[in-house]
Nanobody, 125 residues
Framework: QVHLVESGGGLVQAGGSLRLSCAVS????????LGWYRQTPGKARELVAV???????NYSDSVKGRFTISRDHAKNTLYLQMNSLKAEDTGVYYC???????????????????WGKGTLVTVSS
């Protein structure tokens, strides 16, 4: 099983910066992608940024140029550097790990995916 623990959330003023961290319990080859999602009450959870095992990165159009996702394999940690924050960036940010069983035979022992409990980011205007 893979456990994800987010940290770094808090209150920040518009225009400020914040860095979120996601501690990954196991740096397994079975993780095909790690990503950040966010959710605001009344809205569906949306993808913010994702990085694959082959270092392919995708961002939501709303955060392109402002957010940077990165992965440190040595520290088993996923990061999300958020700059030029806006009020609309407010929400609970979740770390997510995608498991692909076709990567290796041993990967069939994992769940399809894993979620962290989230960390709250509040941007004041």
């Amino acid at each position: 099983q893979v456990h994800l623990v987010e940290s770094g959330g808090g209150l920040v003023q518009a225009g400020g910066s914040l860095r979120l961290s996601c501690a990954v319990s196991e740096d397994t080859i079975c993780i095909s992608a790690l990503g950040w999602y966010r959710q605001t009450p009344g809205k569906a959870r949306e993808l913010v940024a994702v990085v694959t095992a082959f270092d392919i990165i995708n961002y939501s159009d709303s955060v392109k140029g402002r957010f940077t996702i990165s992965r440190d394999h040595a520290k088993n940690t996923l990061y999300l550097q958020m700059n030029s924050l806006k009020a609309e960036d407010t929400g609970v940010y979740y770390c997510h790990a995608d498991i692909r069983p076709d990567i290796a035979a041993t990967c069939f022992g994992y769940d399809m995916d894993y979620w962290g409990k989230g960390t709250l980011v509040t941007v004041s205007s």
